[in-house]
């Protein structure tokens, strides 16, 4: 009953989403207030139907009913609770569902807190959104339906593919469709506004906290993603450079980019044409992400070809949207006339230049990640575009960004001093050049490791420069009030610094992995090997028993120069109704460095082969995102980006134009 | 004839789960065995995605590495070692698609893009400095609301 509940309320949050698209859109061509204020009420009831269904689903794999073809497939009544829930968008049709709440409850979001928007805007905003709740909710009911019962269902599931069986998976998939989908407000917005043909700088203003917002989902999405393939994957790779990679890193780049030319159009009235454009393109580009992981197109075109159902639908839904936005963006954009003028030399002309280096960047990564496909389709040859090719294009398209960014915060509006910009960086980029003689001198090994750390120590440390002016205005001997002047900065100053900053600590992390030390070898126990500054000993093997699989773990102590400075326990893991092994890496933090040692085969004299590594401030890695994201966050914070303070500034600057 | 391989090697893989670079198939020569990894880091494992077959725990991978070792210890060159492979399975089989015909728009789309973008805002910066130079003329009305301005001022 409660299955087919959840059935029914998601056929039902299909016919808002059809009302949703049509009243407040009539309501808007009409000039009629009531028809435009359904917007919001439809909004959240399809919001309420969707989550009910999302429910019901999640319930049935809470309680194992294996009636469902879904929970046969994808769970186990052995399974962990924590697996039994993150399971449910474990897979294809789980994962659509998920797809839908979120960008229902993102139609909600904009609905509750967008209270600023000027109706006629949020009506046309809503009615787009309304229509991508239509496209995905007949793509779920029509093709990938997950509430499909069997006949005769069986006593036993068939358990989720051990390599899900993670909290990694638990966290992953909804920050990134959080942010993958948080874009459809901004796509929706863009959209809204290019219909009502209402683009001015307040436009900027209203998209930001929604752009800020899924950028951070993103950021930590990508980060927790990355992290999870580090440590499941065995031997300590992070990014591959493959398709499913990718696709979640263009819209990153794009949205990033849309994050810095919207601060030029809300605060110059510039590039309104190309702020627009971005906002279509962020979401467009997680439409595509979606279309290639969920379509099989990226197995191969072939198979692709043979089972074409879903994804010629998802096809469809990426040529309607993303067509539909360009088509309107074609018919409005020369109507878009440009605002604020400004010399080259000025912030919003390197915040064009960043731009220009973050979409080249983007290119490579979409070309790269397309080309093979388009190839094969197009004469049958196969090829592979790796590491090595992404390495040789996006490294240098997107290097630049890191040198030129401090420097662009430092510039002025309109027209600024460059030569005293970089007078200002003098001193952390002499900071840089000691940090890359100092790896050098410490730890020798690759240029590009060194090179890339010096880097990295130059933007943590320049990001702070334009605070520290705005502290220390005449210098730091005259420091009076520096407090009374730090605590004045907004919000959104600390937040872009830390980002920067976040950034660099990536780039550091990034950059050790040429420091790290690697040992393959066969594991006895007793034996102590040495892994970089660290001695590793195998102290006792132990076979266990979890509730879904067998295991087999290695007890291990780590000491530095005699003393026991930890220890940690690596294992191999059977599962035995997929009759598939896992391997669970030992991994332990030191000095923000880490210990990684991955298990594999036991050979018959009890000695297990495996992979030791010593990965100095690889955590830096993720903690860059992290920092990144927690500077999104405060930039999110300002009082003065807050969505509900944008109505009181429209009214003071209409207040001055009319002076 | 190659998709059966790859469909017989897949199922090979999920059968018998190996794993990445394993101790018993390192060379005793440091020498050889690092030029082994430095070439196994360039070739894809044909059944995954995107993944060498240094860091693959497909028994596909296994077998290319192992053959990788053969060949260096039968004193073939790095080149030579490749070009057997790419003869055997197809540019597929490097990560780093040689620069060719069909991939010369591949390799040279992106900086091509760049530039062509970067000319049009230089372009335009340039054009927009022409039009910021004279500004637009007050009208009538504008000229009228500034002279009461100053007048109010005096």
Known sequence: ?659 | MRKTLIALFALAALASPASALQPDEILPDPKLESRARDISAGLRCLVCQNQSIDDSDASLARDLRTLVREQLKAGKSDQEIKTFLVDRYGNFVLLKPPFEWDTAALWLSPFALFAIAGFFVWRKSRTRKVEAAPAAPLSAEESEKLKALLDEKA
């Open chain 1, 1 to 659: 009953m409660i299955i087919e509940t959840g059935h029914f309320a998601l056929a039902l949050a299909l016919a808002l989403a059809l009302m949703q698209v049509v009243l407040p859109f009539w309501g808007a061509r009409a000039r009629d207030a009531n028809l435009m204020a359904t917007a919001r009420p439809l909004a959240l009831a399809q919001f309420a139907l969707v989550a009910l269904a999302y429910g019901a689903l999640t319930w049935a794999h809470v309680v194992s009913d294996f009636s469902l073809v879904n929970v046969i497939e994808n769970s186990h009544s052995t399974k962990p609770m924590i697996y039994k829930i993150s399971g449910v968008w474990g897979n294809h049709e789980g994962s659509m569902l998920l797809w839908a709440l979120i960008l229902s409850l993102s139609g909600a979001a904009m609905a509750v807190f967008a209270r600023a928007i000027p109706p006629r805007l949020m009506a046309d905003a809503t009615s787009v959104q309304g229509l991508l709740s239509v496209a995905f909710l007949l793509f779920i009911l029509l093709t990938s339906n997950p509430f499909a019962r069997i006949e005769t269902p069986p006593m036993e599931g068939n358990d989720l593919n051990p390599i899900l069986q993670d909290p990694g998976l638990a966290i992953h998939p909804p920050l990134l469709y959080l942010g993958y989908v948080g874009f459809s407000i901004v796509f929706s917005l863009a959209a809204g506004a290019l219909i009502s043909g209402r683009t001015d700088a307040a436009f900027a203003r209203f998209i930001r906290p929604w752009t800020l917002a899924a950028w951070i989902f993103l950021t930590l999405g990508i980060a927790m993603g990355s992290y999870w393939a580090y440590y499941t994957l065995g031997w300590g790779g992070f990014w591959f450079w493959d398709p499913v990679e990718n696709a979640s890193l263009l819209p990153w780049l794009s949205g990033t980019a849309l994050l810095h030319s919207a601060s030029v159009m809300e605060k110059r009235d510039a590039l309104k044409v190309w702020t627009i454009f971005l906002a279509i393109l962020t979401f467009s580009l997680s439409l595509l992400g979606t279309f290639l992981v969920r379509s099989g197109v990226l197995t191969s075109v072939h198979s692709f070809a043979s089972d074409p159902t879903r994804g010629l639908f998802i096809l469809g839904i990426l040529v309607l949207f993303i067509g539909g936005a360009l088509f309107l963006f074609m018919l409005r954009a020369p109507t878009l006339t440009g605002g604020g003028l400004f010399a080259p030399i000025s912030r919003e002309g390197f915040l064009v230049v960043n731009n220009l280096l973050l979409t080249a960047s983007c290119a490579a990564v979409f070309i790269g990640t397309l080309y093979p496909l388009a190839l094969e389709a197009w004469n049958g040859s196969k090829i592979t575009v790796g590491a090595p090719f992404f390495n040789l294009t996006f490294g240098p398209l997107f290097a630049p960004i890191l040198l030129l960014a401090p420097l662009g915060q430092l510039l002025a509006w309109k027209r600024a001093d460059l030569l005293g910009a970089a007078q200002r960086l003098w001193f952390v980029a002499a900071l840089g050049l000691v940090a890359v003689l100092g790896f050098y001198a410490l730890q020798g090994g690759p240029v590009v490791a060194v090179i890339g750390a010096g880097v990295a120590i130059y933007l943590m440390t320049a990001s702070f420069v334009e605070i520290w002016g705005r502290v220390f205005p005449q210098g730091f001997r005259k420091s009076a009030n520096a407090f009374g002047r730090m605590a004045g900065l907004p919000l959104s100053a600390w937040g872009s610094a830390l980002a920067h900053a976040g950034l660099g600590v990536t780039l550091l992390g990034l950059a050790a992995t040429g420091w790290g030390v690697e040992k393959i070898t066969k594991v006895q126990k007793g034996e102590t090997y040495q892994v970089g500054p660290y001695a590793l000993q195998a102290t006792s093997i132990e076979a266990a028993e979890g509730p879904n699989y067998r295991e087999a773990i290695v007890h291990m102590t780590i000491s530095r120069d005699g003393k026991e400075v930890a220890t940690f326990d690596p294992s191999k893991r059977f599962f035995k109704t997929r009759q598939m092994a896992t391997s669970q890496a030992g991994i332990v933090t030191l000095n923000l460095g880490q210990v990684y040692v991955a298990v594999a085969e036991q050979s018959p004299d009890g000695a297990f082969d495996a992979r030791m590594y010593w990965k100095p401030l690889v955590s830096l890695i993720w903690l860059g995102a992290l920092v990144m994201s927690f500077g999104g966050a405060l930039s999110l914070a300002d009082r003065r980006l807050r969505v509900g303070v944008a109505r009181r500034a429209k009214v003071v600057g209409a207040v001055q134009a009319a002076e």
